[in-house]
Nanobody, 120 residues
Framework: QAQLVESGGGLVQPGGSLRLSCVAS????????MAWYRQAPGKKRELVAV???????NYADFVRGRFTISRDNAKNTVYLQMGSLKPEDTAVYYC??????????????WGQGTQVTVSS
């Protein structure tokens, strides 16, 4: 089993920046992919960015050039640096990790979510 805990959300003005963090703990052998998703009220959860263990990244078109995903494997942590924030970026942001446990079981884990509100 693994647990994911996000932090860093909050209220920011349009054009501002925020940095989200997500730390995994528990029975972890390795983490394959780390990703951030978001869900706005009344909308489906959508992929924001993903980073592989080899540091390959992919971004949704609506954040490319504004957001940067990174990871620290030694700390089992994924980050999302968000810049040039827009009101439409307002959502609950969730981290997601594909974890291999010490017993060689591969499972998908989610954090509890952190609210990001972009408003003046």
């Amino acid at each position: 089993q693994a647990q994911l805990v996000e932090s860093g959300g909050g209220l920011v003005q349009p054009g501002g920046s925020l940095r989200l963090s997500c730390v995994a703990s528990g029975n972890i052998f390795s983490i394959i992919n780390m990703a951030w998703y978001r869900q706005a009220p009344g909308k489906k959860r959508e992929l924001v960015a993903v980073i592989t263990r080899g540091d390959s990244t992919n971004y949704a078109d609506f954040v490319r050039g504004r957001f940067t995903i990174s990871r620290d494997n030694a700390k089992n942590t994924v980050y999302l640096q968000m810049g040039s924030l827009k009101p439409e970026d307002t959502a609950v942001y969730y981290c997601n990790m594909l974890v291999v446990t010490d017993s060689a079981v591969k499972s998908d884990y989610w954090g509890q979510g952190t609210q990001v509100t972009v408003s003046s």
